[in-house]
């Protein structure tokens, strides 16, 4: 089965909080993680992950993949009331399908 | 920028009315999807298509259809709508990816249909 999970479900933090969001799949085939961050729109693009422990940064969102014990994380670190969303983890396929997981909500309180 | 755009933000429709979601991209890409979006569930592929005309079915096809007769547009089909039909619906575009290279979706906006 082409499973992707993502725990946790949700999350509340305090503003300045550091979170860490995981993704989990199950490997048929793999080609990339691709993380999204969704707001009350359609989830935008955050990072694609192709290698094992090669971590992409972009300001305080970073996300590593081990593609050994078959994960990802996102971490946020200082967060901020725009951080509050809902962060998507996908695995691609070779045949170009997507698989999604179910999401983390993050609400950051100020 | 690639530009993914759907025909409707919003859509209020009766049970049996048979319903069009367009989705345009101007980006020249190869692969087009729709999926539905349900709290909890996450986003489920509908179908997506390849090319122009070529199709396949992805998760939860059943009682959906898709056209693709221009390489820009992709539409979803609902034949005759039905209140669990009620969800968000986003479609998506992005290049095929090759042996070196692979590539990320671009989603549109979304259309939020309501079957009442």
């Known amino acids: 089965e082409d499973k992707v999970v993502q725990s946790p479900l949700s999350l509340v933090v305090h503003e300045g909080d550091t979170v860490t969001l995981n993704c989990s799949y199950e490997?048929?085939?793999?080609?990339?993680l691709l993380w999204y961050k969704q707001e009350k729109k359609a989830p935008t693009f955050l990072f694609m992950l192709?290698?094992?422990?090669i971590e992409k940064k972009s300001g305080r969102l970073s996300s590593i993949l081990d593609k050994k014990e078959l994960f990802s994380i996102l971490n946020i670190t200082a967060t901020q009331t725009g951080d509050s969303a809902v962060y998507l983890c996908?695995?691609?396929?070779?045949?170009?399908?997507?698989?999604f997981g179910t999401g983390t909500s993050l609400t950051v309180i100020p | 920028d690639v530009k993914v755009t759907q025909s409707s933000r919003y859509l209020v429709k009766r049970t049996g009315e048979k319903v069009f979601l367009e989705c345009v991209q101007d980006?020249?890409?190869?692969?087009m999807f729709w999926y539905r979006q349900d709290p909890g569930l996450g986003l489920r592929l509908i179908y997506f298509?390849?090319?122009?005309?070529?199709?396949e079915k992805g998760d939860i096809p059943e009682g959906y259809s898709v056209s693709r007769e221009k390489k820009e547009r992709f539409s979803l089909i609902l034949e005759s709508a039905s209140t669990n039909q009620t969800s968000m619906y986003l479609c998506?575009?992005?290049?095929?990816?090759?042996?070196?290279?692979?590539?990320?979706?671009?989603f549109g906006p979304g259309t939020r249909l309501t079957v009442l």
């Open positions: 490997v048929t085939n793999f080609r990339s």
């Open positions: 980006m020249d890409h190869e692969n």
């Open positions: 996908a695995r691609q396929g070779a045949g170009n399908q997507f698989y």
């Open positions: 298509s390849y090319d122009v005309k070529m199709k």
């Open positions: 192709t290698s094992s422990g």
């Open positions: 998506a575009s992005s290049f095929p990816g090759t042996v070196t290279r692979t590539d990320t979706q671009y």
